[in-house]
């Protein structure tokens, strides 16, 4: 009974081609983030949204789409494909618990996708 | 801005002996601090936490941390390594000013020999 679930586990696509990870989370959290993790194992945060509202774009190409249907899936659509674009993308998802219980708890994050594009 | 920085990229230890990896942070306000794991292909685990309670931590595995204002540092330590304890460890900080994002420190390496 995964808690984040994110799909394919792994994608080898060509240079041009467009392609979609989804992500799905049955813990009941109102925020869903996407991170993306380098070759040197680097991780940063690429979006974030709150109750379907994007609340985060981290100066991300605008070929990289966030979608997210409902509160519990938010996928990523990838446009034209580059070779830089190589990584492993991370889901993960959280719960907002105000300001007054230290804001934002942990975050639970899916198996990761590892993206290789040739 | 909040950032973290692991002072150790590679850190290697005997099974058996204790383990510390080290951590600090900047902050303009009393941060939530995280340790995650990466074992090999895997995903990101949550190992312990701190959200401005007890300055010591206790997580899974064995491993605990401690919350240090004055050395701005949050250490992660294990009194005796396992084998299975070889992974990458990410420090990291959560900027609940910008909807919960987590900033990652760079990571570090835990070789165990036997």
């Known amino acids: 009974d995964t808690a984040v679930s994110q799909t394919p586990k792994y994608l080898v696509t060509q240079m041009g081609n467009d392609k979609s990870i989804k992500c799905e989370q049955n813990l009941g959290h109102d925020t869903m983030y996407w991170y993306k993790q380098d070759s040197k194992k680097f991780l940063k945060i690429m979006f974030s949204?709150?109750?379907?509202?994007?609340?985060i774009n981290e100066t991300v190409p605008n070929r990289f789409s966030p979608k997210s249907p409902d509160k519990a899936h938010l996928n990523l659509h990838i446009n034209s494909l580059e070779l830089g674009d190589s990584a492993v993308y991370f889901c993960?998802?959280?719960?907002?618990?105000?300001?007054?219980?230290?804001?934002?708890?942990?975050?639970?994050f899916g198996q990761g996708t590892r993206l290789t594009v040739v | 801005a909040q950032s973290v920085t692991q002072l150790d990229s590679h850190v290697s230890v005997s099974e058996g002996t204790p383990v510390l990896l080290r951590c600090n942070y900047s902050?303009?306000?009393?941060?939530?601090l995280f340790w995650y794991v990466q074992h090999p292909n895997k995903g990101l685990q949550l190992l312990l936490k701190y959200t401005s309670a007890a300055t010591l931590v206790k997580g899974i595995n064995g491993f605990e941390a401690e919350f240090k204002k004055s050395e701005t540092s949050f250490h992660l330590t294990k009194p005796s390594a396992h084998m299975s304890d070889a992974a990458e460890y990410f420090c990291?900080?959560?900027?609940?000013?910008?909807?919960?994002?987590?900033?990652f420190g760079q990571g570090t390496e835990l070789s165990v020999k036997p």
């Open positions: 949204y709150n109750n379907k509202e994007l609340i």
């Open positions: 902050s303009s306000y009393s941060p939530s």
């Open positions: 993960a998802s959280s719960q907002d618990r105000g300001a007054a219980q230290g804001a934002y708890a942990e975050a639970f």
């Open positions: 990291v900080v959560s900027d609940r000013n910008q909807g919960g994002k987590l900033i």
